[in-house]
């Protein structure tokens, strides 16, 4: 009973030992490699072979196997800081995207101790000789042309590595912050002149419109005025034919100073501003005042034209009756124009009794009886404008002054 127990146990033991034995074989000869990965094989740390995805063997004890070579894209992030031309430092973030080549894993693995330190060596020896010949406006312009530099200079380098350089991104250009202050103060002040002048320009366009809108409203305006006073004219002249058709005999000047003066007063009446106009308030006052217009009307005409037109009579200022052109007296007080035809030279000179002749004045105011004409002590030249003007003046005055004695 001992002897079977005894062998029992045995057996058992060499079962467990079977066991470990196979275990340890089995794993000792069979191995597997994940999907983009590659494993080394080396016999005696010689290099055998290159092991691919899927289910591989070794000789147990005599060849062993490396850590898996990864054959994804990696990515390498390198910050560099550097100066440019025009001694700006600035911070360049660049990213390096790589790979191991399949038909070069044996070179990555065996060539190159660290990947990453020499990429990134090449990489901040690239991008620096790069800054160093650039301004910091053109290394913005020239982010994409930099990015190239590296990837073909990497990829030149790296390549008897066995990795491949599948792109080089430089993602930014931080300049440092007191620089980019600065920038930013002078995009603004720029943007500011620009919309300073854009904003002149749509003044100038809005000030330019309204000016051509207020000249043609004007144009217009003008337009509506002489046909609003041709239709009066027209209308009046009506007016007149209507009278004198059915018997009344009325200067076409009454009618139309009548006219005016009714009008005058509605205007006057329907103004809401704070004027006073001092004019006669019925009708016969009108007509002294219509009465001195056209004597001062007479007047001008007669200095203007220089012919002999008939007046009203009327008083010197010495007492006599006189015949000539409305003026003034030696003590300066005006006369009325006179029926008959005063005597007068061509060339502006009028004797005292007649008063101003143009812009001359006598000075004698002696009436001589049957001649209606005085010493003249003065000479002036005719100037039409200045008669007439005096003219109307002195009918003006004469106006005043009798207002003056009626409320008396």
């Known amino acids: 009973m001992s002897g079977v127990a005894v062998i029992i146990a045995v057996v058992i033991i060499i079962l467990v030992v ?14 597997t490699v994940k999907t983009q990965e ?48 025009d001694n700006v430092f600035v911070t360049v973030p660049v990213a390096v995207q790589y790979v191991v080549e399949e038909d070069n894993v044996a070179d990555a693995y065996y060539r190159l101790a660290n990947s990453e330190e020499q990429i990134r060596s090449y990489v901040f020896d690239t991008v620096r000789s790069a800054l160093s010949g650039l301004t910091l406006d053109t290394a913005f312009e020239s982010k994409d042309d930099i990015a190239e530099n590296v990837e073909r200079r990497l990829s030149e380098s790296m390549k008897r590595y066995g990795f491949k ?63 609003q006073r041709k239709a009066i004219a027209n209308g009046i002249a009506e007016q007149y034919a209507l009278l004198q058709e059915v018997g ?33 308030s019925n009708p016969g006052g009108l ?44 003590d300066g007080t005006n006369v009325p124009p006179q ?22 004045q006598g000075a004698g105011g002696q009436v001589q009886p049957g001649q209606g004409q005085g010493q003249h ?9 200045s008669a007439a003007q005096s003219a109307v003046r002195a009918a003006a005055e004469q106006w005043r002054n009798r207002r003056g004695g009626n409320q008396g």
């Open 18 to 31: 079977a066991v470990l034995l196979f275990g340890k074989l089995r794993t000792s000869v069979f191995f």
């Open 38 to 85: 590659n494993v080394i094989v080396e016999r005696f740390g010689k290099f055998k072979k290159v092991a691919r995805p899927g289910l591989n063997t070794k000789v147990p004890f005599i060849e062993t196997t490396s850590r898996p070579i990864s054959l994804r894209v990696q990515q390498l992030e390198v910050n560099i800081e550097s100066k440019t031309k």
């Open 165 to 227: 350089i599948v792109s080089t991104l430089v993602t930014d250009i931080t300049p440092d912050p007191r620089v980019r202050d600065s920038m930013n103060s002078i995009n603004a002040a720029q943007r500011d002149k620009v919309a300073a002048q854009s904003l002149a320009e749509a003044d100038k366009i809005k000030r330019v419109t309204q000016a051509q809108a207020e000249s043609e409203a004007m144009r217009l305006h003008g337009e509506g005025v002489a046909a």
């Open 248 to 280: 009344i005999h009325k200067t076409a000047e009454q009618l139309l100073m009548m006219t005016q003066y009714f009008d005058t007063m509605q205007n006057v009446a329907q103004e809401g501003r704070s004027n006073v106009l001092f004019m006669p």
């Open 287 to 330: 007509g002294e005042m219509g009465q001195e217009i056209r004597n001062a009307l007479f007047a001008a005409n007669a200095a203007d034209e220089g012919s002999h037109l008939p007046a009203p009579q009327g008083r010197d200022d010495a007492g006599g009756d006189s015949r000539g052109s409305s003026g003034s007296g030696a």
């Open 339 to 360: 029926p008959t035809t005063p005597p007068a030279d061509r060339s502006g000179q009028y004797v005292g009794g007649q008063g101003q002749g143009g812009s001359g």
């Open 377 to 385: 002590g003065g000479q002036g030249h005719s100037d039409p404008r």
